[in-house]
C-alpha cells in the first residue's frame, strides 16, 4: 500500500490519502500518514477506504507526515561513503536529530542560505514508525516500522563541521524533503531497493540499500533503547557514497536534485536563492 499526505490545489486544506492507479483516494478523518498511523485501526481504514479517487494532477504531494514527534537520523552508515570520507566502521550507529521544522515537501524550493556556501547533497531512505515501541527485540522492532519513504536531505558543511556535534549543520529549516509516498513495509524490501541521487541529470549517488551497516530494524531496535518511538516518527537511515563533500562540489543555486528509490518513487527540489523565512 501507498500512502501519501495530499492538499487539493483548487480547495486547500490536508488529507491523508491512498494513491491507486486511478489517483488519489482520501482517507477520511486524517490530515495527513501521521495521524493515520496514531489510530489504532489507522492502517485497515486506508486500506479499505472507498472515496472516488482524485486526479494526480488535482493535487499537491506533502511530506507525508507533517509534524513529527521526532526526526532520527544517522550519519555513516553505508560502507562506501565511510570508506569514501576515510573513516573506522562505526561500532554503534552515529546518531543525530532534526526538528519537524527542518523538513520540508516534494517539489519545494530549498534555499540556499547565505550563510554556508558548502550546500551539500543526501539521498537516503527513510523509515517511519507505526507503532509505539520501547526496547525493542529486532523482531520487535520490524514489527513497528509502518513502511519507508525518501529523503532529499541537505547538510551545511561549513556549519556542521566547526565543532564535532553535526547537530548545526543537519538541522536547517526546511532542508530535508521526504516524499511523496510511504510504502508499507509488507510491500518493500529496505535490502534490495536501489538509491540513486541525481543533481542537473548527473548520476551522482547509486547504491544498494542493502550497503547499510545498521538495518531499519537495527536501528529501531537501537533507538527505541534510548527513547520511545512513536508513530509517524522517522529515521533518516543515512547516504551513500558520492557527496559534494567528497571533491568538494557544492550545490549552487538553479541546481536540482532528485532522489529516486527503487519500489518507492523519487523525488526532486530545486536550489534557490535567499534567505529563510
Known sequence: MRLA??????????TAARLTDDGYVPIHGFADVGQLLAAADG?????????????A??????????????????????RNHIAEVGMDTPEFPTVFAKFARSLTDPGAEITAPQ???????????????????????TAAAAAAIAGYTVANDFSMRGYQLR?????QGKMWEASSA???????????????ATLTTRVNGEVR?????GDLVFGPAELVAYLSTIITLEPGDLILSGTPAGVGMADERWLAPGDEVS??????GAISNRIGAGEFI
Open 5 to 14: 499526505t495530499i492538499t487539493l490545489t483548487a480547495t486547500g486544506g490536508t
Open 43 to 55: 492502517l485497515k481504514q486506508a486500506r479499505t477506504a472507498s472515496a472516488p479517487a482524485i486526479p
Open 57 to 78: 494532477h488535482e493535487v499537491r504531494t506533502l511530506r507525508p507526515v507533517l509534524h513529527p514527534a521526532k526526526v532520527l537520523c544517522i550519519g555513516l552508515n553505508y
Open 115 to 137: 550563510e554556508d556556501e558548502k550546500l551539500d547533497f543526501e539521498g537516503e531512505l527513510a523509515i517511519v514508525i507505526g507503532t509505539q515501541v520501547r526496547r525493542a527485540s
Open 163 to 167: 565543532t564535532q556535534q553535526w547537530l
Open 178 to 192: 521526504v516524499g511523496p509516498v510511504v510504502v508499507t513495509a509488507d510491500e518493500f524490501d529496505p535490502a534490495a
Open 205 to 209: 549517488q547509486q547504491d544498494s540499500t
Open 259 to 264: 532522489v529516486e528509490i527503487s519500489g518507492i
